[in-house]
């Protein structure tokens, strides 16, 4: 059967490091309140440079890592909700920067799910169509739409870009997916409002203050473990499988407590769930990515082995792969 495996991963984030301390400085926060209700002990934030930067900087490792020339590649999909421009997409500029001349390029907006949902899409195109490859990225400056005098939001998030180099395959890869979206509760978590300001109207010009993210935490908190849980449990059930099967289940790096309700609820040993949010906080549509090359540079993953990818996000959306390594 055709299938869709990953050949690499790879990741890039920004150099600057702030520590809770540092925000602790700028809002009326402590690092005690921000490690115990979130996991999160510093994150990497951008000096400036946009997302394309960091997305392109994964595109070309990826090439590297997986030793294919920019000609060869078909297709290439960037998961964000932060892009440099409305248009191009950040897939475009990517493009331009590796000379991938012949691939078709395109962005895909599903928020923390994003990187899921791109590497959804490119299954099909490889599985259904001439496809034979595809480059697939989660990337984000969310510092640039974070309120950096609102405590309960800036804590939170981080910057940068997560990817993996797909093939066509005889076995393994992608086996099983399970996405959804609840558009009823968009307005739980929102972020990059730009009003309808023309010279026809009177809607004031300049940031509205809905740029800024802007999240109702509990419900969100709640919306995670639900949608996660019964995303997890279809996966295993509709496949046959228990967590003993899984090697490692790479969450959404929200917050480490959604993850310990998770693992308590479905009785997977917390220790299965590989998680960094100590050091990058909630990157959105990057964590899955960056967290999956980190696990692929430590060695820890074996051909072979069966992994589970599983994240949820603004929109609302959710969604859950299964894939063999
Ligand atoms: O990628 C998907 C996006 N987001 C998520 O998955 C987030 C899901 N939600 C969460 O992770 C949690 O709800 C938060 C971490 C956002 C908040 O944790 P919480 O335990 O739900 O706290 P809370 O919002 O109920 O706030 C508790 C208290 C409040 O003070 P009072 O009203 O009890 O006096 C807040 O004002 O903590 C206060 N607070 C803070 N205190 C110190 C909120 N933010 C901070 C802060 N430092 N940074």
């Known amino acids: 059967m055709i299938r869709t495996r ?17 925000l602790a400085r700028i809002v009326d926060t402590s690092d005690e309140w921000i490690s115990q209700r979130t996991g999160i002990k510093e994150r990497r934030i951008s000096s400036g440079e946009n997302t394309s930067v960091f997305v392109s900087d994964v595109a070309k490792q990826l090439m ?28 475009c500029m990517v493009q331009k920067e590796i000379g991938a001349s012949n691939a078709v390029a395109f962005d895909v907006v599903a928020a923390c799910s994003g990187f899921i949902f791109a590497l959804s899409i490119a299954d099909k195109y490889i599985r259904s169509s001439g496809y034979e490859n595809a480059i697939i990225i989660g990337g984000e400056t969310l510092s640039k739409v974070i309120d950096w005098s609102d405590r309960s939001t800036c804590v939170l998030f981080g910057d940068g870009a997560g ?33 309808c300001s023309n010279v026809f109207n009177e809607n004031p010009a300049g940031v509205d203050p809905l740029w800024y993210a802007h999240m109702d935490g509990r419900e969100v908190f709640k919306f995670a473990t639900k949608n996660v849980i019964k995303s997890l449990n279809k996966v295993m059930e509709e496949n046959n499988i228990t967590q003993e099967d899984i090697k490692y289940f790479i969450p959404h790096q ?4 959604i993850v310990e309700v998770i693992s308590k609820k479905l009785d997977i040993p917390f220790e299965k769930f590989y998680m960094n949010i100590e050091r990058f906080g909630n990157t959105s549509s990057a964590s899955i ?37």
């Not at 929200?254 to 407590?257: E, P």
């Not at 999956?292 to 069966?306: A, F, I, N």
């Open 6 to 22: 990953v050949i690499a991963t790879a990741a890039s984030v920004p150099e600057q490091i702030i520590t809770n301390d540092d």
């Open 64 to 91: 590297e890592k997986a030793e294919v020339t920019a000609d060869s590649i078909d297709l290439i999909i960037v998961a964000s909700v932060t892009p440099d421009y409305g248009t191009p997409s950040l897939a």
């Open 163 to 195: 990817g993996a180099y797909l093939e066509k395959a005889q076995d393994g890869g992608i086996l099983f997916e399970e996405i959804g979206s609840d558009g009823k509760m968009y307005e739980i978590l929102t972020a990059g409002y730009t009003a």
């Open 254 to 257: 929200a917050n480490v407590r």
């Open 289 to 325: 990515p960056i967290a999956l090359s980190e696990l692929d540079e430590k060695g820890l993953l074996e051909r072979g082995d069966q992994i589970i990818l599983t994240g949820f996000g603004g929109g609302m959306t959710w969604g859950t792969m299964l894939i063999t390594w």
